[in-house]
């Protein structure tokens, strides 16, 4: 019997934990083992043993299974680790959201070649990640003559991983940020007059009235300077 040493690592953000069932199975080259369940996933990480009834040889792949019985609760993984009986710790990055009832395949994290993926198991999975990113990933044309964007009419359509990951997280923040100064300046102009105004300017005193109202403003976390002009 060969027993493996299984560390399943939850990320590090809120709610990243989950209380729907969690088992794993490990895929080696000359077989793989049984969905072992992982109790219980609050923490940062949770230790466990896969027993096999033989050695699976290298581990090439996981396959993580989440399901529920009642209420939905999604689960970000981090990474995995595997040790085998012989000592040789394997390492498979996952990053991801797990949403629903879902198998999910992280491939072990060495950088290889397409031409190095001799077993057959590794060519389907590598076809199957590739239709898949296809199918969720596609182009559109927003307007004729424009760039090409995604096929998607909102982030909320996007696949929970990119969705609440730190750089569209981080957009977000800086886009309500830069709208809310925007509203405050519209009704900081709209009182002042200048927003709706139709005639000329009678001064430079009035430009220099409007253009210190916003000079030294932080603008979206740049400071933004804008000079007065000189009489």
Known sequence: MATYKVTVATGDMVEAGTNNSISIT??????????????????????????????????????????????????????????????????????????????????????????????????????????AQQEAYQWKNFAQGWPR????????????????SSSIQFSCIRANNFTGFLIFQGASHFLSGFLLRRSSWNSLDEMRTILSRTQGRDIGGAFCVVPCPSS
């Open 149 to 164: 964007c995604l096929n998607m009419d909102s982030i909320s359509e996007l696949d929970s991983s990119i969705q609440f």
């Open 26 to 131: 490990l895929v080696g080259s000359y077989g793989e083992s049984h969905q072992t369940t992982v109790s219980f996933l609050p923490g940062k990480k949770k230790s466990l043993s896969v027993h096999c009834g033989q050695d699976l040889g290298p581990i090439v792949l996981i396959r993580l299974h989440k399901w529920r019985l009642f209420l939905e609760d999604a689960w970000f993984c981090k990474d995995v680790r595997v040790t085998a009986p012989n000592g040789t710790l394997y390492h498979f990055p996952c990053y991801q959201w797990m949403e629903g009832v879902t198998t999910v395949e992280v491939r072990e994290g060495s950088g290889k070649k397409l031409v190095d993926n001799k077993l057959q198991i590794l060519k389907e999975h590598h076809h199957w990640e590739l239709a």
